[in-house]
């Protein structure tokens, strides 16, 4: 049985093999950017780098999990500062 976040990455993303794991790994090691967070909802927003795709990933509060994945917003200046910090990390690793 699929997980809800695997569901929505393919309905909207196209990504069949979803893995929250490798998206937590990410967020974990600081390469991505965090657009919001609502305690209320107990939730925040981030954007990944998965499999050469941006995408929007919603966490729990305490980022212990992967709730689901939301469309794209094509936010531009989230993206650049994204792609900004992906290659500073790149970077650093050479």
């Not at 997980?3 to 069949?16: D, N």
């Not at 967070?37 to 050469?52: A, H, L, Q, T």
């Not at 993206?79 to 650093?92: D, G, Q, S, V, W």
């Amino acid at each position: 049985m699929a997980l809800h976040s695997q569901i929505r990455a393919e309905q909207r993303y196209g990504l069949s093999e979803f893995n929250p794991l490798k998206v937590m790994k990410e967020i974990m090691a600081d390469r991505c950017i965090q657009v919001s967070e609502s305690f209320e909802k107990f939730s925040r927003i981030f954007y990944v780098r998965y499999n050469n795709k941006y995408l929007k990933v919603v966490t729990d509060y305490n980022v212990s999990f992967v709730k689901t994945v939301l469309p794209d917003a094509n936010d531009f200046n989230v993206l650049e500062k994204l792609i900004n910090k992906l290659a500073n990390c790149t970077a650093i690793a050479a």
